[in-house]
């Protein structure tokens, strides 16, 4: 009998060893590298709703402490008026895992939607930045939604919103905007890691403390919105790769770390591309 049981013990161990989101000869390597370098915004570019590429109004994205922040100055920011501002790298990519740690903190800029008290994201698979109009909200992409408790109520974080986009999840096409991750609350200003594992249109998932806390397939274009019909019409429907980009949707957050590890499939197309994260596009 107790033979049985250790029989049955490690042929789990054997299938939990081949479901690993990576591979022993992935993870060998842990070749991380930072996207941000702790001193300025190189590498960065804002897009800010209202406001062309590249001006960063009002300083909204800026280093501190060796902290990228988001931050409202009311000389700025007197009300947030729909100013939603993302902060995009400079290279798409499509296979990856993306390392975050993130904290809200302080007050909400007066006039921010009460929804997004807390609340930030990461932004992956997203179009170019130069695609965006000038009052564009948010880029069509996948959001990795950051959110922080209010210190009474339940809120996940690390969830799915999809701005633009749908993906599958066992087997159905989700349509619906967001989709919870299974997560504790985070309450108060206190540092979250979470991390993404991209592989092209294959698969996604949400992690955190290395748990999968949500998983996901076939990022796609939704084509009832109009702006995203035509990304599908140029680049095809499902989206294999793009853009990596962090939220400002009216609440103070800051990141301290913000590190990519480029999977098998991302270091082969960089050899085929310019680059060294392979930007073809």
């Known amino acids: 009998m107790l033979r049985g049981i250790s029989s049955c013990v490690l042929a789990a161990l054997f299938v939990l060893a081949g479901q690993s989101s990576v591979s022993r000869a992935e993870e060998a390597g842990e070749n991380w590298v930072s996207l941000f370098n702790g001193k300025d915004l190189d590498g960065w570019t804002p897009k800010i709703r209202?406001?062309?590429?590249?001006?960063?109004?009002?300083?909204?994205?800026?280093?501190?402490?060796?902290?990228?922040?988001?931050?409202y100055d009311r000389d700025a920011y007197p009300t947030f008026d729909e100013r939603f501002g993302h902060l995009f790298y400079q290279h798409p990519y499509g296979?990856?895992?993306?390392?975050?740690?993130?904290?809200?903190?302080?007050?909400?800029?007066?006039?921010?939607?009460?929804?997004?008290?807390?609340?930030?994201?990461?932004?992956?698979?997203?179009?170019?930045?130069?695609?965006?109009?000038?009052?564009?909200?948010?880029?069509?992409?996948?959001?990795?939604?950051?959110?922080?408790g209010d210190g009474r109520n339940a809120r996940t974080t690390a969830n799915l919103c999809t701005p633009g986009t749908n993906v599958v999840m066992d087997g159905k096409l989700i349509l619906q905007h967001c989709t919870s991750a299974k997560?504790?609350?985070?309450?108060?200003?206190?540092?979250?890691?979470?991390?993404?594992?991209?592989?092209?249109d294959e698969v996604i998932r949400h992690l955190i403390d290395?748990?999968?806390?949500?998983?996901?397939?076939?990022?796609?274009?939704?084509?009832?919105?109009?702006?995203?019909?035509?990304?599908?019409?140029?680049?095809?429907?499902?989206?294999?790769?793009?853009?990596?980009?962090?939220?400002?949707?009216?609440?103070?957050?800051?990141?301290?770390?913000?590190?990519?590890?480029?999977?098998?499939?991302?270091?082969?197309?960089?050899?085929?591309?310019?680059?060294?994260?392979?930007?073809?596009?």
């Open 50 to 71: 209202h406001h062309p590429l590249g001006e960063n109004y009002g300083n909204t994205f800026r280093v501190e402490d060796g902290l990228l922040k988001v931050a």
């Open 183 to 200: 997560t504790k609350t985070y309450h108060g200003d206190r540092w979250v890691t979470v991390e993404v594992e991209a592989r092209g």
């Open 210 to 281: 290395g748990e999968v806390v949500l998983e996901y397939e076939k990022p796609q274009w939704d084509e009832r919105d109009a702006h995203a019909r035509e990304l599908a019409q140029k680049h095809g429907l499902l989206i294999q790769r793009g853009s990596i980009s962090l939220q400002s949707e009216s609440h103070p957050v800051e990141f301290r770390k913000v590190e990519i590890l480029l999977l098998d499939a991302e270091t082969a197309t960089a050899k085929e591309s310019e680059g060294p994260a392979g930007n073809s596009d």
């Open 95 to 148: 296979h990856y895992r993306l390392r975050v740690e993130y904290r809200f903190t302080g007050e909400q800029c007066p006039g921010g939607p009460g929804w997004a008290f807390r609340n930030s994201g990461i932004m992956i698979h997203g179009e170019p930045p130069e695609n965006m109009t000038l009052d564009q909200d948010f880029p069509a992409s996948i959001e990795v939604q950051l959110l922080g």
